[in-house]
């Protein structure tokens, strides 16, 4: 028994090892069973910010998160799979921006939709690649039925607050063609401005006097 009990230091530190290994390895286990895919969802969106959509790779995502170029795979299908994901959380923040901006404003008033506006160029300029991500990624996307979803559903928003605006809650073809120029504007304006085209000091536009004014211009009969 005492034999038992009394054991060689080297038998000791060997014990000792195999618990903290095995301790190491529960971590391992539960960090890629529980984060691994967000883990891997941050540094690909982190990646598309420093080198934009067409020169992110899976290996440097997987060396950014810090997991094995075989994890990847266990969640997402290809490299496309993840950029889509990005593409779709990116068009979430942006939805959820919008509603919280235009919330303090009331409903029919114009403010909402220059706040609107506000929240699209703002997005852009704070993610740029993910905004480019978003919509001119050469990548295969043009397909994909969540991210038309999601694109449309935010857009039915600019619709119905134009429609308010006009004192209806049934949106019109009028509404859609008032919203399609809104969109129009900022979207431009949002490329114009990521791509360094107003930093040239020939055009410093006021932002907010810009959507304003076109605002007022789409939408003369507003408050």
Known sequence: MLELLTLTSSTRHEIGWIMKKDTGSEKRASYHHGDLRSQLLEATRQLVEEKGPDNFSVSEACRRAGVSTAAP????????????????????????????EIAPHPEGALARVIALGR???????????????????SGDTAEDEALDKLGDEKFSVVQLEVAKCL?????????RQRAFMLWSFVHGLSFLSIDGKLSDGQMTPDLETLLEDIARRVIPEAN
């Open 167 to 175: 004192g209806r809650q049934e949106i019109t073809d009028d509404d």
């Open 119 to 137: 929240v699209y160029v703002r997005f852009a300029t704070t993610e740029p690649g993910v905004f480019r991500l978003m919509f001119t990624w």
């Open 73 to 100: 795979y266990k969640h997402f299908k290809d490299k496309t799979e993840m950029l889509r994901e990005v593409a779709a959380a990116g068009m979430e923040r942006q939805s959820l921006q919008m509603m919280t």
